[in-house]
């Protein structure tokens, strides 16, 4: 057995702990219970499973705490941030068990026919998921809130470097009176984890991750005929028309880049700012970046910042930012690598060339890009100059010409005058290479379910 799983404090390097992976009759075995807990949680009443679910939100609440200092040390997550995500996760699971019965009651379907039809909203099976490593609770959440109370049973994959953030939920599971064989977390292999999709009992895959590992998931799911949700990358576009205040404007960019050290799929990775406000508004943000102090994940303050999720993490981030100078971008401040740890500074670039390689790569880290446009429609054309489409923003005094502008956008969420809608009740998910189906929200319930066609004549 490999030691491939592992709690290494990003801040100090330091290995902490290690987890063996499974073995193969470990997997089969939790394979086994997934499929025979299915047939009995399946059958119980949804009011019922909801009660229980409802539990696991009410402990993810009430340890919060521990929650989050247990992401500080695993991945370098601020506490307050730790917290807040635990809350969230709360709240997600909480929607569900409390909405779960008006997402999936009975749809009439008016027919000519002699006889009545519905469209009825039923559990598939056992799902597998597989979460990253950046929001190690919020991931979870999400994908497993409406599927228990659904009538699913869940096999969950967790990041490498996220072992104590899974055996934690697994707990949270187990305390809410979740049966055994309804959430299963593994310790999985990446070999394991081809072998668990292909398996017949599966009937669904998830991934949040990253654009090669949805590639070869969905590659995976798909010669298998499994369904599967993708939540890959994202490089938002996140539009300046005007303000009466660039300073504050600068501020909330920054901050919204800045949140989980710009480790966020749905960040605001491509500041377009119209050419009257431009400068000042680069100054600023340079003057942010300049002012911003290294510290650890559990003592940041004003102007902290706190470390990325991997030496390996940081070093490729810090590689970027250097390709992206020699492709002739302007490195204003920031982006130096710390010698111990996994410290990037946070930066801020301009001028990188349109159409060069740099440009297409998305910067997964504290790396404000802001660009220069001129003209509505050349801001519209560099949003969706990308690979990309998860969300984007546009902000004006003028909401009707931002709202017009955001209709354009080829993103799955599209904001106008912030930096994006989030709640339980907003659906999360994006379209071209960000991948696929949606979470959170009624559209989160409606996606590994069987929409049974129920047909009886009169």
Not at 94 to 112: L, M, R, S
Request: proline residues 5%; contains cysteine; negative net charge.
């Amino acid at each position: 057995m490999s030691n491939t799983y592992r709690v290494q404090n990003p801040a100090t390097d330091e290995i902490v702990e290690t987890f063996d992976s499974a073995t193969d009759a470990e997997v089969e075995g939790t394979l086994a219970k997934a499929a025979a807990a299915y047939r009995e949680w399946s059958a119980r009443p949804m009011s019922e499973r909801a009660e229980i679910v409802a539990r696991a939100a009410s402990l993810f609440a009430e340890r919060k705490e521990e929650l989050a200092k247990i992401a500080a040390e695993e991945m370098g997550k601020p506490i307050s941030e730790g917290i807040e995500e635990a809350e969230f996760s709360a709240a997600i699971i909480k929607y569900y068990a409390d909405n779960g019965e008006e997402f999936t009651k009975d749809q009439p379907i008016p027919t000519g026919a002699n006889g009545t039809a519905v469209i009825r909203r039923l559990p598939i099976g056992p799902l597998l998921g597989i979460m990253p490593w950046n929001f190690p609770y919020y991931q979870i959440a999400r994908f497993v809130g409406p599927n228990l109370v659904l009538g699913n049973t869940i096999v969950l994959k967790d990041a490498e470097i996220c072992p104590r953030s899974a055996l934690a939920v697994q707990q949270i599971m187990d305390d809410a009176g979740i049966p055994e064989g309804v959430y299963n977390n593994i310790f999985a292999t990446h070999d394991q984890i081809s072998t668990i999709i292909a398996d017949p009992r599966i009937q669904g895959v998830s991934l949040t991750g990253s654009e090669r590992a949805g590639s070869i998931v969905g590659a995976q799911a798909g010669q298998n005929l499994k369904k599967a949700v993708l939540e890959l990358g994202g490089s938002d576009p996140y539009i300046l028309l005007d303000t009466d205040d660039v300073k504050a404007a600068a501020e909330l960019a920054w901050g919204t880049r800045m949140y989980n050290t710009g480790q966020a799929c749905n960040s605001n990775k491509r500041m377009i700012v119209m050419e009257e406000i431009y400068e000042e508004f680069v100054a600023e943000l340079t003057k942010l970046a300049q002012a911003a102090k290294a510290a650890p994940a559990d003592a940041q303050g004003e102007n902290t910042y706190s470390c990325l999720s991997s030496r390996g993490a940081a070093e490729n981030l810090h590689d970027q930012i250097q390709r992206a100078v020699k492709e002739g971008a302007t490195l204003r401040a920031g982006g130096e690598l710390s010698d111990k740890g996994a410290y990037v500074s946070p930066a801020v670039i301009t001028d990188i060339p349109v159409g060069s390689d740099i440009y297409y790569e998305e910067f997964f880290g504290p790396v404000a890009v802001v660009y220069k446009v001129s003209s509505d429609e050349e801001a519209i054309e560099l949003a969706n100059n990308t690979q990309f489409g998860l969300g984007g923003t546009v902000f004006s005094k003028d909401t009707e010409r931002a709202a017009a502008i955001s209709r354009r956008l080829e993103v799955g969420m599209a904001n106008v005058n912030t930096p994006a809608g989030e709640g339980e009740e907003l659906p999360f998910g994006g379209v071209k290479r960000s991948g696929f189906g949606r979470e959170l929200g009624p559209l989160g319930m409606d996606e590994f379910v069987n929409k049974q066609m129920y047909y009886v004549e009169n």
